[in-house]
Structures are given as C-alpha cells and as structure tokens.
C-alpha cells in the first residue's frame, strides 16, 4: 500500500516524467492520526527524512513541485516561523492549517500579489494561478469544482432546440407567424425558429368563426401570445395565439413594458438631453439653411472648418464673412489673427451693421 506519492517512482510504478506529468491527479488519501505518527517518528529520527512518511499535500490536487510553496503560504497564514516548525514534518505546518477552524479568513488574508512578485524576482516564476489553487486546495482539498447538477426546465430545452428562450416568447408578446394549415377548428401557424402556434376561430377577429374567411395558406400575420402547452415528453411544444385587434392592442402595450430596458445607473441624463439638442439644432440648421447669396468680397458660404482652410493660404488681418448657424438673420465673422491662429465672431444680428476696421503695422 502506498503511503505518499514519491514510492510511485521508488517502487518502480511510473516513470519520472509520467509521475510529474501526472502527479496532481494521483491522490493518496490519508488520516490525520497517520501525518500524526509520521510526524512523531520523524521527531525520533531527528530531522531525518522518512521515506514511508505520509504528506498531508499528497491528498491535495497541489503538484510536487509546489509542496515547497503550500509549505510556505501554510506558514504564512499561521504567522510561524521556521524555528517554530525546525523538528517536525516538513508538511506538519500544511496539517495545522487544514484542522485550523478559522483557515478560511487566515488564508484569504494572505497577499498573493506581492507572494506571486517575489517569486518572479527571484527566480522568474511565474505563479499567480498556482497560488490561488494552492489557497484553494488547502482549504478545501479535491473538492469537486463542478457546479450542482440541475434538470434543465421546460424552457431550457425548449432554447437549446430552438434558440427562443422565455423572455422572447413571454405571454403578450406580438410575433409574425405563417399559416401553413387552416381547418374549421382553428389555424396552424409556425415561427421562424419552427415552433408552431395555434390560433383557434374565437381568436382571430371579432364575431368571426369561419378562418378561410379571415386568413390565407402561406399568409404571414401578426399574433400576440396568450399561452403555452409543454408536452416535452412527447417532443411537442404549442403556443396559443390571438390576432383579435382588441387582444393585438393589450399585448402591444404590455410588449412595450416588458422590453423597456432599465437605464444604466452611471448613464448622464442631462448631458444626453443637451448633446441630443445640440444635434437636432444643428441639423435643422443645415436643413433649414439655404444658399445664401451677398455681394461682398469677403462672404463665402463657408463653415468654420472650411472658412479657416480658406484663410490658411491669405494674409494676417483677412477676414471670411459668412452664414451663421443661428439662422438667416445672423452673420459669422472667421478672421486670421496669425498663422494657424483664428478668431471665430458669431452672433452678428443683420439688423446691426457690423464695421470691421483692422490695422497691422
């Protein structure tokens, strides 16, 4: 029987790079009275290394290689020293922290960040990932990582064959749907997904009971959901629908609530409100702006882009009159102050003439 995971290279059973390559998952399973022992008979031998000893870390998903760095964290997360430990197992550390009540909290105080940065400094080990599987094994050993197994539902089944989940076909949500069987008894209908859909005579419009009076083979109408008949075990899935205006109406209204979508809480209503009047003011602008024609030298029908490319190629003190955004009755002013540098005067009402008088020496 073996007692830790180096008699599988000792006795023979693996081969060294078969037992690294498989290490973590070779789990010897043992009993805190047998570390215990090992430990005691460790003690006699007087630091002499036992080569049956048993190793609380061979129960544990850590690797060989990293016995040194659970050592370690254990000792860490206990707030002992190497003296405190010199005489016993080299793992009896990793045994007082596993029967420690309180591990959790101790080993979540540790500080993986600057442990994983040490040891890149020293020897370029990279080991973050490792470390918290370390944590994690010391805490719980092998536990099972899966998450609880649940039967998936109705809807769940109904997703993975047909990719509609609830909250696309929730009851009051209008859908297209295309009539492929009318009877007497009512019409059979199927979405795009395939699902079918059955909308009976009392359904489809007021004071009618004939369907070949009111729909077509192949036609594709609007229909609001009203309800659901699950029958998996058989593989049959059926939506009850309604194209009644009035039903139409009520589930057109609840469709609207069920999908308005929560604001996010960080979203900047005010400055959303001025950047979208912002824009609407300046497409009315240019919708409603029309060519303007004056008979002056310096008017061009320029935006402020255009009027400084314009004045990139003239002299200091030029000027570029043109159209306003603020409308017909407003005139822009652009003017060259130095190379590359520009003054942009607006708001100039045409019930004032404007003089512009510049002097250079």
């Known amino acids: 029987m073996l007692s830790n995971r180096d008699q599988f290279i000792k006795g023979g059973l693996l081969t060294t790079k078969i037992f690294l390559n498989a290490a973590g998952f070779l789990r010897i399973i043992q009993q805190q009275e047998i570390t215990s022992k090992n430990s005691r008979n460790h003690n006699a031998r007087h630091g002499e290394a036992h080569e049956d000893a048993s190793d609380p870390l061979d129960d544990t998903r850590i690797h060989?290689?990293?016995y040194?760095?659970?050592r370690k964290m254990a000792m860490d997360a206990l707030e002992l020293d190497?003296?405190?430990?010199h005489n016993e197992h080299p793992s009896h550390v990793v045994t007082l922290i596993m029967?420690?009540?309180?591990?959790?909290?101790?080993?979540?105080?540790?500080?993986l960040d600057e442990f994983a940065v040490s040891l890149y400094e020293a020897n370029h080990d990279q080991k973050r990932y490792t470390l918290n599987v370390i944590r994690d094994e010391l805490k719980k050993p092998f536990v099972d990582l899966r998450s609880t197994f649940k039967l998936p539902s109705n809807w769940d089944i109904i997703t993975m064959l047909t990719g509609e989940t609830e909250k696309m076909l929730h009851i009051g949500v209008i859908i297209p749907v295309?009539?492929?069987?009318?009877?007497?008894?009512?019409v059979n209908v199927r979405l795009d997904s395939g699902i079918e859909g059955y909308i009976e005579p009392d359904n489809l419009g007021e004071q009618i009971r004939n369907p070949f009076e009111v729909v077509k083979k192949g036609q594709t109408i609007p229909a609001v959901i009203h309800g659901y008949t699950f029958h998996l075990d058989r593989g049959e899935f059926l939506i009850h629908l309604s194209s009644k205006p009035d039903h139409?109406?009520?589930?057109?209204?609840?469709d609207k609530i069920h999908r308005s979508v929560p604001r996010d809480a960080c979203w900047d209503g005010a400055r959303h409100a001025k950047d979208k009047e912002?824009?609407?003011?300046?497409k009315r602008a240019e919708t409603d702006r029309s060519r303007r024609v004056i008979k002056h030298p310096n008017f061009h029908n320029f935006n402020t882009a255009q009027a400084e490319t314009y004045l990139e190629k003239q002299q200091r003190g030029d000027v570029v009159i043109r159209p306003s955004s603020k409308g017909n009755d407003h005139l822009a002013v652009t003017w060259k102050v130095e190379e590359k540098l520009y003054q942009h005067i607006g708001k100039l009402s045409l019930h004032v003439t404007p003089i512009f008088h510049c002097c250079f020496v």
């Open 99 to 111: 029967n420690d009540k309180d591990r959790d909290r101790k080993l979540m105080e540790l500080n």
């Open 248 to 254: 139409m109406e009520e589930g057109d209204k609840g």
């Open 64 to 66: 060989p290689e990293d």
């Open 178 to 186: 295309l009539v492929y069987r009318i009877q007497r008894e009512g």
């Open 278 to 282: 912002m824009l609407d003011r300046k």
């Open 82 to 85: 190497e003296e405190d430990i």
């Open 68 to 70: 040194e760095l659970a």
